[in-house]
């Protein structure tokens, strides 16, 4: 009798701890999803190429090298039913860069080539409990292949200085295409990584107009995204959707070879899927930044600028970057 009635509750019992079970196996997944939305927000905001004079007319045969170091500090939203408050990162990016300017199809050309390793740290409350990661490593590198096709003749040395002389009120149109490759660190099995591990095309468009001592510049671009076949925790597919970014940006020259830059930028869309379902995320996030620059000598330059990335929906990450970097541009 006593046998009898003990199996009716360890049934009752199992069926208990398997709906707690599924339940809690639900509310992990949905907290890996929102985390994983939000860190590709967090990220796609440092990514965009928030940069003023990308179109400036160069010297054919121009090398410039760079170095820049990067702080940005952001807040990070989730759903309130994923339990994850007051959710914050931290990322310290040491940069290398170089730029090399030529003649290509009879236009002036330019490749730029940058890499970045950072050094990251997550931190929030995930159901009332403290947690935090930390990352370092190299980030994915990116090419750019730029092209003007109106308004600047390859030219260089004293041609170069006459023609900009002679052209104090000029028109530049460009077109470049950057290719964002897939070598930073990544490991399948962790939900926060450094690289993407997918191949990232981003084909773009601007034009800047010069009067005198002010610049105006504006470029779009759409980045094409390859998809991640080994997002966590290993075996999920992870896709987005196109994006879409418009930037501008006013300079002001100074005497005594400095400038000011005022820029702006929004980014759209970049629809996310997880093994073929929609995470009911788009990315809406505007940019603000505020740069100054001063040439040291003919050679060397520095530049500092602030950036400020809003996320425009419930679901993001708002950042605030603190940029300095140093260049030392040369001719054969």
Do not use: C
């Not at 928030?50 to 179109?55: D, H």
């Not at 990584?193 to 504006?218: A, C, K, M, Q, T």
């Not at 379902?277 to 990315?283: I, K, M, R, V």
């Amino acid at each position: 009798m006593e046998g009898k009635q003990y199996i009716p509750r360890f049934i009752r019992h199992v069926r208990q701890n398997g709906r707690m079970l599924k339940q809690t196996l639900h509310w992990f997944a949905r907290m890996a999803l929102g985390l994983g939305v939000l860190l590709v927000a967090a990220d796609a905001a440092l990514a965009q190429d928030l940069e003023a004079r990308r179109w400036s007319h160069l010297p054919t045969g121009l090398n410039i090298l760079g170095a820049g170091v990067v702080t940005t500090d952001g807040d990070i939203f989730f759903d309130p039913v994923m339990q994850i408050e007051d959710g914050t990162f931290r990322l310290y990016s040491v940069g290398s860069s170089y730029v090399r300017s030529f003649e290509w199809l009879g236009k002036s050309s330019r490749l730029d080539i940058k890499l970045p390793y950072v050094y990251g740290r997550w931190e929030g409350l995930v159901n009332g409990d403290y947690a935090a990661i930390r990352r370092h490593g190299f980030g994915d590198p990116r090419l750019r292949l730029s092209m003007l096709l109106y308004g600047a003749p390859p030219l260089s040395g004293r041609e170069y200085m006459q023609y900009r002389a002679e052209h104090p009120v000029a028109t530049t149109i460009g077109a470049a295409l950057t290719v964002v490759l897939p070598w930073g660190e990544y490991f399948p099995d962790r939900l926060i990584n450094l690289g993407g591990n997918r191949y990232v095309i981003r084909p773009s468009l601007g034009l800047l107009h010069r009067r005198g001592p002010w610049e105006f510049e504006v470029t779009t671009s759409l980045s094409f995204y390859q998809d991640n076949d080994a997002y966590y925790p290993g075996g999920s597919v992870l896709e987005r959707d196109p994006l879409w970014f418009l930037q501008g940006h006013v300079t002001r020259n100074l005497p005594r070879g400095q400038w000011l830059t005022l820029s702006g930028g929004y980014s759209y869309d970049g629809e996310l899927f997880l093994n073929g379902q929609s995470l009911d995320y788009t990315e809406r996030t505007s940019f603000l930044s505020l740069g100054w620059g001063m040439a040291l000598t003919r050679q060397q330059s520095i530049r500092v600028a602030w950036v400020r990335a809003d996320t425009q929906v419930v679901l993001g990450s708002s950042s605030d970057s603190l940029l300095f970097s140093w260049s030392l541009a040369w001719t054969p």
